[in-house]
Protein backbone atom coordinates (compact mmCIF):
# COMPACT_ATOMS: atom_id res chain seq x y z
CA UNK A 1 0.00 0.00 0.00
CA UNK A 2 1.22 2.89 -1.06
CA UNK A 3 2.11 6.26 1.69
CA UNK A 4 0.67 9.45 1.59
CA UNK A 5 3.17 11.64 2.41
CA UNK A 6 2.93 15.86 3.22
CA UNK A 7 4.95 17.70 0.61
CA UNK A 8 4.11 21.36 1.71
CA UNK A 9 1.59 23.52 2.83
CA UNK A 10 -1.05 24.98 0.05
CA UNK A 11 0.44 28.59 0.11
CA UNK A 12 3.82 27.08 -0.12
CA UNK A 13 3.65 27.27 -4.14
CA UNK A 14 2.27 30.00 -5.92
CA UNK A 15 -0.31 29.72 -8.83
CA UNK A 16 1.07 28.33 -12.23
CA UNK A 17 3.99 27.48 -10.65
CA UNK A 18 6.12 24.53 -9.33
CA UNK A 19 8.12 24.09 -5.99
CA UNK A 20 10.97 20.80 -5.28
CA UNK A 21 10.14 18.09 -2.64
CA UNK A 22 12.44 15.71 -1.64
CA UNK A 23 11.54 12.73 0.20
CA UNK A 24 13.17 9.18 1.03
CA UNK A 25 16.51 9.85 -0.97
CA UNK A 26 13.78 10.92 -4.42
CA UNK A 27 13.10 14.21 -5.60
CA UNK A 28 9.65 15.34 -6.63
CA UNK A 29 8.07 18.34 -8.01
CA UNK A 30 4.07 19.97 -6.87
CA UNK A 31 2.42 22.25 -9.11
CA UNK A 32 -0.07 24.37 -8.17
CA UNK A 33 -2.46 24.99 -11.78
CA UNK A 34 -4.09 28.25 -12.73
CA UNK A 35 -7.19 26.57 -11.82
CA UNK A 36 -5.59 26.09 -8.24
CA UNK A 37 -5.62 22.50 -8.14
CA UNK A 38 -2.15 20.56 -7.17
CA UNK A 39 -0.64 18.18 -8.88
CA UNK A 40 2.92 15.66 -8.31
CA UNK A 41 5.45 14.33 -10.63
CA UNK A 42 9.13 13.45 -10.54
CA UNK A 43 11.70 16.19 -9.74
CA UNK A 44 14.08 15.32 -12.79
CA UNK A 45 13.38 15.52 -16.34
CA UNK A 46 13.25 12.01 -18.12
CA UNK A 47 16.15 13.63 -20.83
CA UNK A 48 18.94 14.93 -18.54
CA UNK A 49 18.81 15.06 -14.88
CA UNK A 50 17.50 18.56 -14.06
CA UNK A 51 15.22 19.50 -11.24
CA UNK A 52 11.97 20.69 -12.79
CA UNK A 53 11.49 22.82 -9.85
CA UNK A 54 13.59 25.39 -11.78
CA UNK A 55 11.27 25.26 -14.45
CA UNK A 56 8.19 27.07 -15.95
CA UNK A 57 4.72 26.40 -15.49
CA UNK A 58 2.77 27.28 -18.81
CA UNK A 59 -0.78 26.19 -18.16
CA UNK A 60 -0.88 22.77 -18.23
CA UNK A 61 2.78 22.51 -19.00
CA UNK A 62 6.28 22.25 -17.05
CA UNK A 63 9.39 23.14 -18.99
CA UNK A 64 12.40 22.09 -18.05
CA UNK A 65 14.99 24.12 -17.42
CA UNK A 66 18.13 22.73 -19.34
CA UNK A 67 16.84 22.19 -22.56
CA UNK A 68 13.46 23.31 -22.67
CA UNK A 69 11.87 20.07 -22.67
CA UNK A 70 8.36 20.23 -22.18
CA UNK A 71 5.90 17.92 -20.00
CA UNK A 72 2.03 17.93 -19.34
CA UNK A 73 2.08 17.87 -15.11
CA UNK A 74 -1.35 16.71 -15.00
CA UNK A 75 -0.45 13.70 -17.08
CA UNK A 76 3.18 13.60 -17.07
CA UNK A 77 2.92 13.06 -21.13
CA UNK A 78 6.19 14.22 -22.75
CA UNK A 79 5.30 17.00 -25.25
CA UNK A 80 7.96 16.86 -28.12
CA UNK A 81 12.15 16.63 -28.22
CA UNK A 82 13.80 16.97 -26.46
CA UNK A 83 12.19 14.93 -23.93
CA UNK A 84 10.42 11.63 -25.24
CA UNK A 85 9.77 9.58 -21.91
CA UNK A 86 6.80 10.47 -20.14
CA UNK A 87 6.61 11.85 -16.59
CA UNK A 88 5.54 9.78 -13.57
CA UNK A 89 2.62 11.49 -11.76
CA UNK A 90 1.79 11.11 -8.61
CA UNK A 91 -2.24 10.60 -6.97
CA UNK A 92 -2.47 14.19 -4.51
CA UNK A 93 -4.83 15.26 -2.04
CA UNK A 94 -5.26 18.52 -0.20
CA UNK A 95 -6.28 17.83 3.52
CA UNK A 96 -6.06 20.71 6.28
CA UNK A 97 -4.09 23.31 4.44
CA UNK A 98 -1.56 20.50 3.66
CA UNK A 99 -0.91 19.12 0.01
CA UNK A 100 -0.55 15.23 0.32
CA UNK A 101 1.41 12.93 -2.83
CA UNK A 102 0.91 9.46 -2.48
CA UNK A 103 4.17 7.58 -3.15
CA UNK A 104 4.21 4.38 -4.65
CA UNK B 1 25.49 27.55 -31.83
CA UNK B 2 27.75 27.71 -34.42
CA UNK B 3 30.02 25.00 -36.24
CA UNK B 4 32.45 25.29 -38.79
CA UNK B 5 32.78 22.87 -41.24
CA UNK B 6 31.81 19.63 -39.80
CA UNK B 7 34.41 17.32 -37.90
CA UNK B 8 37.86 16.32 -38.11
CA UNK B 9 38.35 13.46 -39.84
CA UNK B 10 39.34 10.66 -37.18
CA UNK B 11 42.61 10.31 -38.47
CA UNK B 12 42.72 14.00 -37.89
CA UNK B 13 42.57 13.86 -34.60
CA UNK B 14 44.28 10.67 -33.77
CA UNK B 15 47.37 12.54 -34.00
CA UNK B 16 46.05 15.50 -31.92
CA UNK B 17 45.62 15.72 -28.01
CA UNK B 18 42.09 16.44 -27.88
CA UNK B 19 39.85 14.21 -30.05
CA UNK B 20 36.77 15.99 -31.17
CA UNK B 21 34.99 13.11 -32.34
CA UNK B 22 31.86 12.37 -30.35
CA UNK B 23 32.34 8.91 -30.10
CA UNK B 24 36.31 8.73 -29.28
CA UNK B 25 39.01 8.18 -26.03
CA UNK B 26 37.97 11.96 -25.18
CA UNK B 27 34.25 11.19 -25.10
CA UNK B 28 35.41 8.15 -23.15
CA UNK B 29 37.18 10.55 -20.82
CA UNK B 30 34.79 13.01 -20.55
CA UNK B 31 32.19 10.32 -19.18
CA UNK B 32 34.58 8.76 -16.89
CA UNK B 33 35.67 11.95 -15.16
CA UNK B 34 32.01 13.45 -14.83
CA UNK B 35 32.69 16.67 -17.20
CA UNK B 36 29.42 14.89 -19.30
CA UNK B 37 26.01 16.11 -18.22
CA UNK B 38 27.64 17.33 -15.50
CA UNK B 39 25.96 20.38 -12.68
CA UNK B 40 27.17 23.67 -14.10
CA UNK B 41 27.63 26.69 -12.06
CA UNK B 42 25.08 29.20 -12.08
CA UNK B 43 24.43 32.49 -10.48
CA UNK B 44 21.72 32.97 -7.58
CA UNK B 45 18.46 34.61 -8.89
CA UNK B 46 15.87 34.73 -6.80
CA UNK B 47 13.31 32.13 -7.98
CA UNK B 48 10.71 35.58 -8.21
CA UNK B 49 12.69 37.33 -10.45
CA UNK B 50 13.96 34.68 -12.81
CA UNK B 51 9.96 33.14 -12.96
CA UNK B 52 9.26 37.07 -14.39
CA UNK B 53 12.18 36.96 -16.77
CA UNK B 54 11.44 33.39 -18.10
CA UNK B 55 7.69 34.80 -18.93
CA UNK B 56 6.65 33.82 -22.64
CA UNK B 57 4.80 36.40 -25.12
CA UNK B 58 4.07 36.46 -28.78
CA UNK B 59 4.05 40.11 -29.16
CA UNK B 60 7.91 40.96 -29.18
CA UNK B 61 8.93 37.96 -31.39
CA UNK B 62 5.74 38.58 -33.89
CA UNK B 63 6.86 42.26 -34.26
CA UNK B 64 10.48 41.17 -34.77
CA UNK B 65 9.04 38.68 -37.28
CA UNK B 66 7.03 40.63 -39.36
CA UNK B 67 9.89 43.09 -39.57
CA UNK B 68 11.98 40.16 -40.78
CA UNK B 69 9.60 38.51 -43.01
CA UNK B 70 9.05 42.28 -44.95
CA UNK B 71 12.90 42.63 -45.16
CA UNK B 72 13.27 39.52 -46.55
CA UNK B 73 10.38 39.44 -48.88
CA UNK B 74 11.42 43.38 -50.00
CA UNK B 75 15.00 42.81 -50.65
CA UNK B 76 13.72 39.86 -52.53
CA UNK B 77 11.87 41.80 -55.09
CA UNK B 78 14.90 44.23 -55.39
CA UNK B 79 16.92 41.29 -56.18
CA UNK B 80 14.32 40.07 -59.24
CA UNK B 81 13.95 44.10 -60.32
CA UNK B 82 17.16 45.03 -60.64
CA UNK B 83 18.68 41.69 -61.81
CA UNK B 84 21.38 41.89 -64.28
CA UNK B 85 22.12 45.57 -63.23
CA UNK B 86 25.10 46.82 -60.22
CA UNK B 87 21.65 47.72 -58.31
CA UNK B 88 21.27 44.66 -57.23
CA UNK B 89 24.43 44.64 -55.00
CA UNK B 90 22.70 46.47 -51.88
CA UNK B 91 19.64 44.05 -52.41
CA UNK B 92 22.30 40.83 -51.98
CA UNK B 93 23.48 42.15 -49.20
CA UNK B 94 20.57 43.09 -46.97
CA UNK B 95 18.60 39.82 -48.14
CA UNK B 96 21.50 37.26 -47.74
CA UNK B 97 22.13 38.69 -44.13
CA UNK B 98 18.55 37.95 -43.79
CA UNK B 99 18.91 34.69 -45.51
CA UNK B 100 22.13 33.08 -44.46
CA UNK B 101 22.81 35.10 -41.23
CA UNK B 102 19.67 35.87 -39.15
CA UNK B 103 17.98 32.69 -40.02
CA UNK B 104 20.47 31.12 -37.73
CA UNK B 105 19.13 33.37 -34.14
CA UNK B 106 15.82 32.60 -35.51
CA UNK B 107 16.85 29.01 -35.88
CA UNK B 108 18.50 29.01 -32.32
CA UNK B 109 15.62 30.88 -30.21
CA UNK B 110 12.62 29.28 -31.64
CA UNK B 111 14.32 25.76 -31.15
CA UNK B 112 14.58 26.53 -27.70
CA UNK B 113 11.46 27.29 -28.08
CA UNK B 114 11.09 30.52 -25.98
CA UNK B 115 10.78 33.26 -29.19
CA UNK B 116 7.14 33.08 -29.05
CA UNK B 117 4.41 31.90 -26.17
CA UNK B 118 2.76 29.92 -28.94
CA UNK B 119 4.00 26.71 -29.77
CA UNK B 120 3.14 26.16 -33.15
CA UNK B 121 4.31 29.44 -33.99
CA UNK B 122 7.64 28.30 -32.81
CA UNK B 123 7.96 25.46 -34.78
CA UNK B 124 6.99 27.38 -38.03
CA UNK B 125 9.58 29.50 -37.79
CA UNK B 126 12.22 26.72 -36.38
CA UNK B 127 10.91 25.19 -39.86
CA UNK B 128 12.01 27.59 -42.00
CA UNK B 129 15.11 29.12 -40.26
CA UNK B 130 16.24 25.08 -40.67
CA UNK B 131 16.07 25.01 -44.09
CA UNK B 132 17.56 28.34 -44.97
CA UNK B 133 20.25 27.02 -42.96
CA UNK B 134 20.53 24.11 -44.69
CA UNK B 135 20.02 22.36 -41.08
CA UNK B 136 18.47 19.74 -40.84
CA UNK B 137 16.03 20.04 -38.05
CA UNK B 138 16.05 17.45 -35.99
CA UNK B 139 19.53 16.98 -35.92
CA UNK B 140 20.36 20.09 -34.88
CA UNK B 141 17.75 20.48 -32.30
CA UNK B 142 19.25 17.31 -30.57
CA UNK B 143 22.96 18.98 -31.33
CA UNK B 144 22.15 21.95 -29.33
CA UNK B 145 20.59 19.87 -26.64
CA UNK B 146 24.01 18.41 -26.37
CA UNK B 147 25.50 21.97 -27.02
CA UNK B 148 23.84 22.95 -23.61
CA UNK B 149 23.94 20.40 -21.45
CA UNK B 150 27.83 19.78 -22.54
CA UNK B 151 29.28 23.15 -23.75
CA UNK B 152 32.66 23.02 -24.38
CA UNK B 153 33.40 19.93 -23.59
CA UNK B 154 35.85 17.90 -25.83
CA UNK B 155 34.37 14.42 -27.20
CA UNK B 156 30.82 16.21 -26.19
CA UNK B 157 29.59 19.14 -27.38
CA UNK B 158 28.76 18.64 -31.28
CA UNK B 159 28.59 22.64 -31.51
CA UNK B 160 32.30 23.39 -30.98
CA UNK B 161 33.34 25.99 -34.54
CA UNK B 162 37.10 26.25 -33.44
CA UNK B 163 38.99 23.15 -32.20
CA UNK B 164 42.37 23.29 -30.73
CA UNK B 165 45.14 23.85 -31.96
CA UNK B 166 42.36 26.23 -34.27
CA UNK B 167 42.73 26.07 -37.95
CA UNK B 168 42.97 29.77 -38.64
CA UNK B 169 42.51 29.54 -42.38
CA UNK B 170 39.53 27.42 -41.85
CA UNK B 171 37.93 30.20 -39.55
CA UNK B 172 38.57 32.50 -42.00
CA UNK B 173 37.06 31.08 -45.06
CA UNK B 174 33.99 30.01 -42.81
CA UNK B 175 33.35 34.17 -43.08
CA UNK B 176 32.38 32.94 -46.93
CA UNK B 177 30.16 30.29 -46.51
CA UNK B 178 32.31 28.07 -48.21
CA UNK B 179 33.52 25.53 -45.85
CA UNK B 180 29.53 24.86 -44.29
CA UNK B 181 28.24 25.01 -47.35
CA UNK B 182 30.15 22.12 -48.47
CA UNK B 183 29.25 20.38 -45.14
CA UNK B 184 25.82 20.86 -45.24
CA UNK B 185 24.60 19.97 -48.36
CA UNK B 186 26.56 16.84 -48.64
CA UNK B 187 24.85 15.85 -44.87
CA UNK B 188 21.60 16.35 -46.23
CA UNK B 189 21.50 14.40 -48.91
CA UNK B 190 23.48 11.84 -47.19
CA UNK B 191 20.66 12.00 -44.86
CA UNK B 192 17.88 11.82 -47.22
CA UNK B 193 19.06 8.62 -48.49
CA UNK B 194 19.07 7.14 -45.16
CA UNK B 195 23.01 7.39 -43.48
CA UNK B 196 23.02 8.38 -40.06
CA UNK B 197 26.99 8.82 -39.11
CA UNK B 198 27.75 7.34 -35.74
CA UNK B 199 28.71 11.23 -34.55
CA UNK B 200 24.58 11.92 -35.31
CA UNK B 201 23.60 8.56 -33.90
CA UNK B 202 25.72 9.21 -30.76
CA UNK B 203 22.80 11.92 -29.53
CA UNK B 204 19.84 11.58 -31.63
CA UNK B 205 17.69 9.00 -30.17
CA UNK B 206 17.29 5.79 -32.08
CA UNK B 207 13.01 6.42 -31.93
CA UNK B 208 13.72 10.15 -33.65
CA UNK B 209 16.54 8.90 -36.06
CA UNK B 210 13.60 8.33 -39.26
CA UNK B 211 12.72 11.85 -38.87
CA UNK B 212 16.13 13.20 -39.82
CA UNK B 213 15.97 11.37 -42.92
CA UNK B 214 11.93 12.55 -43.48
CA UNK B 215 13.03 16.13 -42.72
CA UNK B 216 16.28 15.70 -45.33
CA UNK B 217 13.80 14.32 -48.12
CA UNK B 218 11.74 17.64 -47.68
CA UNK B 219 15.03 19.89 -47.51
CA UNK B 220 16.84 18.36 -50.75
CA UNK B 221 13.24 18.16 -52.70
CA UNK B 222 12.75 22.27 -52.28
CA UNK B 223 16.63 22.83 -53.57
CA UNK B 224 15.68 20.16 -56.69
CA UNK B 225 12.56 22.12 -57.35
CA UNK B 226 14.95 25.45 -57.11
CA UNK B 227 17.58 23.97 -59.75
CA UNK B 228 14.74 22.91 -61.68
CA UNK B 229 13.24 26.16 -61.92
CA UNK B 230 16.42 27.81 -62.52
CA UNK B 231 17.04 25.46 -65.38
CA UNK B 232 13.26 26.12 -66.57
CA UNK B 233 13.93 30.01 -66.74
CA UNK B 234 17.20 29.81 -67.42
CA UNK B 235 18.86 31.98 -64.92
CA UNK B 236 20.45 32.27 -61.51
CA UNK B 237 18.09 33.98 -60.00
CA UNK B 238 16.14 31.63 -57.96
CA UNK B 239 19.36 29.98 -56.71
CA UNK B 240 20.15 33.32 -56.18
CA UNK B 241 16.95 33.51 -53.51
CA UNK B 242 16.87 29.94 -52.62
CA UNK B 243 20.52 27.86 -51.24
CA UNK B 244 22.75 30.57 -52.07
CA UNK B 245 22.35 33.12 -49.55
CA UNK B 246 24.20 30.23 -47.54
CA UNK B 247 27.24 31.55 -48.85
CA UNK B 248 27.05 35.28 -49.68
CA UNK B 249 24.81 35.94 -46.37
CA UNK B 250 26.38 33.77 -43.58
CA UNK B 251 29.29 36.21 -42.92
CA UNK B 252 27.80 38.13 -39.92
CA UNK B 253 26.35 34.82 -38.47
CA UNK B 254 30.19 33.78 -38.12
CA UNK B 255 31.30 37.20 -36.93
CA UNK B 256 28.91 37.10 -33.66
CA UNK B 257 28.63 33.69 -33.55
CA UNK B 258 32.65 32.95 -33.66
CA UNK B 259 33.12 34.74 -30.51
CA UNK B 260 30.59 32.71 -28.20
CA UNK B 261 33.54 30.55 -27.07
CA UNK B 262 36.62 31.12 -28.85
CA UNK B 263 39.79 31.37 -27.42
CA UNK B 264 38.58 30.05 -24.02
CA UNK B 265 38.19 27.62 -21.40
CA UNK B 266 37.28 24.32 -22.59
CA UNK B 267 36.32 20.97 -20.21
CA UNK B 268 35.28 23.41 -17.47
CA UNK B 269 31.73 23.59 -15.87
CA UNK B 270 31.24 26.97 -15.44
CA UNK B 271 30.20 29.28 -18.21
CA UNK B 272 31.71 32.33 -17.24
CA UNK B 273 35.12 30.55 -18.21
CA UNK B 274 34.13 28.89 -21.56
CA UNK B 275 31.05 31.75 -22.83
CA UNK B 276 31.61 35.30 -24.11
CA UNK B 277 29.18 38.66 -23.41
CA UNK B 278 29.74 40.90 -26.13
CA UNK B 279 27.97 44.39 -26.41
CA UNK B 280 26.83 44.91 -29.84
CA UNK B 281 25.37 47.83 -31.67
CA UNK B 282 21.20 47.67 -32.32
CA UNK B 283 21.39 45.96 -35.82
CA UNK B 284 23.47 43.44 -35.03
CA UNK B 285 21.30 43.07 -31.73
CA UNK B 286 18.46 42.51 -34.26
CA UNK B 287 20.25 39.88 -36.88
CA UNK B 288 21.46 37.76 -33.68
CA UNK B 289 18.79 38.37 -31.64
CA UNK B 290 20.16 38.74 -28.28
CA UNK B 291 22.47 36.27 -28.11
CA UNK B 292 25.24 38.37 -27.79
CA UNK B 293 24.48 37.79 -23.61
CA UNK B 294 25.82 34.63 -24.20
CA UNK B 295 26.88 34.08 -20.50
CA UNK B 296 23.42 34.78 -19.75
CA UNK B 297 21.93 32.92 -22.34
CA UNK B 298 23.85 29.20 -21.46
CA UNK B 299 23.28 29.51 -18.09
CA UNK B 300 19.58 30.38 -17.93
CA UNK B 301 18.23 29.22 -20.99
CA UNK B 302 14.78 29.38 -20.16
CA UNK B 303 14.84 33.20 -20.76
CA UNK B 304 13.50 34.25 -24.03
CA UNK B 305 15.90 36.83 -26.35
CA UNK B 306 13.16 40.20 -25.32
CA UNK B 307 14.51 39.30 -21.75
CA UNK B 308 18.41 39.00 -21.91
CA UNK B 309 19.33 42.64 -21.23
CA UNK B 310 17.12 42.15 -18.08
CA UNK B 311 18.89 39.33 -16.91
CA UNK B 312 22.37 40.95 -17.81
CA UNK B 313 21.50 43.71 -15.55
CA UNK B 314 20.89 41.28 -12.90
CA UNK B 315 23.48 38.95 -13.00
CA UNK B 316 26.57 41.13 -14.66
CA UNK B 317 27.95 41.53 -10.75
CA UNK B 318 28.92 37.64 -11.30
CA UNK B 319 29.71 37.60 -14.68
CA UNK B 320 33.49 38.99 -16.46
CA UNK B 321 33.12 41.90 -18.06
CA UNK B 322 31.67 42.27 -21.03
CA UNK B 323 33.70 42.82 -24.24
CA UNK B 324 32.34 46.22 -25.53
CA UNK B 325 32.33 45.82 -28.55
CA UNK B 326 32.94 42.93 -31.48
CA UNK B 327 36.21 44.58 -32.49
CA UNK B 328 37.55 44.76 -28.66
CA UNK B 329 36.53 40.73 -28.28
CA UNK B 330 38.24 39.91 -32.01
CA UNK B 331 41.63 42.23 -30.68
CA UNK B 332 41.41 40.19 -27.20
CA UNK B 333 41.14 36.78 -29.17
CA UNK B 334 43.68 36.90 -31.74
CA UNK B 335 46.75 36.57 -29.79
CA UNK B 336 45.04 33.68 -27.68
CA UNK B 337 44.31 32.00 -30.79
CA UNK B 338 48.15 32.39 -32.24
CA UNK B 339 49.32 31.34 -29.04
CA UNK B 340 46.91 27.77 -29.08
CA UNK B 341 49.25 27.28 -32.32
CA UNK B 342 51.99 26.18 -30.50
CA UNK B 343 50.48 25.00 -27.09
CA UNK B 344 46.54 23.66 -27.35
CA UNK B 345 46.32 23.98 -23.91
CA UNK B 346 46.62 27.58 -23.76
CA UNK B 347 43.03 29.55 -23.24
CA UNK B 348 41.98 32.91 -22.06
CA UNK B 349 40.68 33.23 -18.21
CA UNK B 350 38.35 36.33 -17.97
CA UNK B 351 39.11 38.34 -14.84
CA UNK B 352 36.05 38.49 -12.68
CA UNK B 353 34.75 41.25 -10.83
CA UNK B 354 35.46 41.48 -6.77
CA UNK B 355 31.55 40.89 -6.58
CA UNK B 356 31.50 37.78 -7.93
CA UNK B 357 31.37 34.71 -6.66
CA UNK B 358 35.05 32.94 -7.17
CA UNK B 359 35.93 30.18 -10.03
CA UNK B 360 35.61 26.85 -8.29
CA UNK B 361 38.97 25.84 -9.42
CA UNK B 362 38.62 22.36 -7.49
CA UNK B 363 36.04 21.69 -10.49
CA UNK B 364 38.54 22.43 -13.30
CA UNK B 365 41.52 20.88 -11.93
CA UNK B 366 40.76 18.80 -15.03
CA UNK B 367 41.39 21.78 -17.61
CA UNK B 368 44.11 24.08 -17.86
CA UNK B 369 47.91 24.42 -17.10
CA UNK B 370 47.73 28.09 -19.27
CA UNK B 371 45.31 30.76 -18.71
CA UNK B 372 45.83 34.13 -19.91
CA UNK B 373 44.46 36.82 -17.11
Known amino acids: MADWVEACGVDDVEEEDVIRFDHGGRTFAIYRSPDDEYFATDGYCTHEKAHLADGLVMDDIIECPKHNGRFNYKTGVARGAPVCVNLATYPVKVEAGKVMIQIG | MLRLAGRKSEVDVMEKKRDYSLVGESTRIAIETGLASAEWYHTDVPRKAMKELMQRSDGPAIRDTIIWIVAILGSAA ?64 WSHAR ?34 FRYSLPTLVRNAFGSISPDEKSFIPEMELHKVVTAARWHVAIYVAAIGLALYLWSFLPLVLIGLPRLYGSWHMVLTGLLQHIGLADNVTDHRLNTRTVYMNPISRFIYWNMNYHVEHHMFPMVPYHALPRLHELIKHDLPEPNPSMWHAYREVWPVLLKQLQYEDYFLKRELPPTARPYRDEFHALTVPAAAE
Not at chain 2, 92 to 118: I, K, M, N, P, Q
Not at chain 2, 158 to 176: G, H, K, N, Q
Request: charged share 15%; net charge neutral.
Open chain 2, 147 to 180: HHTDTIIVGRDAEIAVMRPPDLLRAALAFTGVLD
Open chain 2, 78 to 141: GIAWFWGTWWVVPFLLVYGVLYGSSSDSRWHECGHGTAFRTRWMNDAVYQIASFMLMRNPVTWR
